[in-house]
Antibody
Framework: EVQLVQSEAEVKEPGESLRISCKTS????????ISWVRQMPGKGLEWLGR????????NQRPSFQGHVTLSVDKSIDTAYLQWTSLKSSDSATYYC?????????????WGQGTQVIVSS | DIQMTQSPSSLSASVGDRVTITCRTS??????LYWYQQKSGKAPKVLIY???TLQSGVPSRFSGSGSGTDFTLTISSLQPEDFGTYYC????????FGQGTKVEV
């Protein structure tokens, strides 16, 4: 069974750093891209970027470049999303999701979501 | 970015009704068009990929159609478990989603 299991909810203050994780199982990690999708409270879905676990090649939406970092650890089949300095506007639920193709980017399995609250 | 406009933003329907949700894109997305269902507090679930291909395990009452810039998700006979918010998404360019259509049963 394919599973993407994300880390627990986080409460942070502005300016703090954070790394959330997406642990995968049930398939060959390097066969699928991992994308991250943001959902702000009560709002829709927004794609942040994707990473190819095979070679760590990354595509990011320009508005997120320089603010979040995508990475993977192939030895433990896990993807990460990281901030060095959080803002209150980063408060949202973040989902990881996998997709097979570099152009047909549709998500057939999702993590359960990690809620991030940034507040002083 | 390609803009995605869904209509309606919300709808209320009865069990057994035929429901249609439309998605208009700001430019031609060929067949790079997908549909998801999201229930409150849960991750989205893919229903349709490539405009009209039903994802494995999705009930056949769901169907997708369209071309170019105009696409439709149809639920042929609405069931109580179909409540939730539906999103279209494209990947012809940088992936973007529609704003969602909330379906109340």
């Amino acid at each position: 069974e394919v599973q993407l299991v994300q880390s627990e909810a986080e409460v942070k203050e502005p300016g703090e750093s954070l790394r959330i994780s997406c642990k995968t199982s049930g398939y060959l990690f390097t066969d699928y891209w991992i994308s991250w999708v943001r959902q702000m409270p009560g709002k829709g879905l927004e794609w942040l970027g994707r990473i190819d676990p095979d070679d760590s090649y990354i595509n990011q939406r320009p508005s997120f470049q320089g603010h979040v970092t995508l990475s993977v650890d192939k030895s433990i089949d896990t993807a990460y999303l990281q901030w060095t300095s959080l803002k209150s506007s980063d408060s949202a639920t973040y989902y990881c999701a996998r997709h097979r193709s570099s152009s047909w980017i549709w998500f057939d399995s999702w993590g359960q979501g990690t809620q991030v609250i940034v507040s002083s | 970015d390609i803009q995605m406009t869904q209509s309606p933003s919300s709808l209320s329907a009865s069990v057994g009704d035929r429901v249609t949700i439309t998605c208009r894109t700001s430019e031609d997305v060929a067949t790079y068009l997908y549909w998801y269902q999201q229930k409150s507090g849960k991750a989205p679930k893919v229903l349709i990929y490539g405009v009209s291909t039903l994802q494995s395990g999705v009930p056949s009452r769901f169907s997708g159609s369209g071309s170019g810039t105009d696409f439709t998700l149809t639920i042929s006979s609405l069931q109580p478990e179909d409540f939730g918010t539906y999103y279209c998404q494209q990947s012809y360019r940088t992936p973007t989603f529609g704003q969602g259509t909330k379906v109340e049963v």
